[in-house]
C-alpha cells in the first residue's frame, strides 16, 4: 500500500515540477490575498472607530442637557415638597435642616 505522497511524486518529474510552479505561483498570491484582507480590515476598523468617536463626542452635550434638566426637575420637586410639608407643619424643624443640609 503506498501513501498518497510516494503515489504522487513517484510517477514523473513532470508531475512534481508542475506541482512545484502551481505552489510557487499560488504562495505569493496567497501573501498579497492575506496582506490585503488585513489592510482592508484595519481600515474598517478605523473608519469604524472615527464615526463612534464623532457620534459621542456629538452625543456629550445632549445627553449632559438631559442630566442637568433633570437634576434640576429633581431639585424644584423636592424644595416644592419640602415647602409643602413646612405649610402643613408635618416636619419639625431640626429634620427640615437635616434634609436641606443634604
Not at 16 to 41: H, R
Not at 49 to 78: C, D, W, Y
Request: proline content about 4%; aromatic content about 12%; cysteine-free.
Amino acid at each position: 500500500m503506498l501513501n498518497p505522497f510516494s503515489y504522487f511524486f513517484d510517477k514523473s518529474i513532470k508531475r512534481a515540477v508542475l506541482t512545484s510552479f502551481i505552489f510557487v505561483l499560488l504562495l505569493p498570491m496567497g501573501f498579497f490575498g492575506y496582506s490585503l484582507f488585513e489592510n482592508t480590515w484595519e481600515k474598517a476598523q478605523q473608519s469604524m472607530l472615527e464615526k463612534h468617536e464623532l457620534i459621542a463626542s456629538a452625543m456629550v452635550v445632549p445627553i449632559s442637557l438631559f442630566i442637568t434638566s433633570r437634576q434640576h426637575s429633581l431639585q424644584n420637586l423636592g424644595d416644592e415638597l419640602l415647602s409643602i410639608e413646612q405649610e402643613e407643619g408635618l416636619l419639625p424643624r431640626e429634620r427640615e435642616k437635616e434634609i436641606i443640609n443634604h
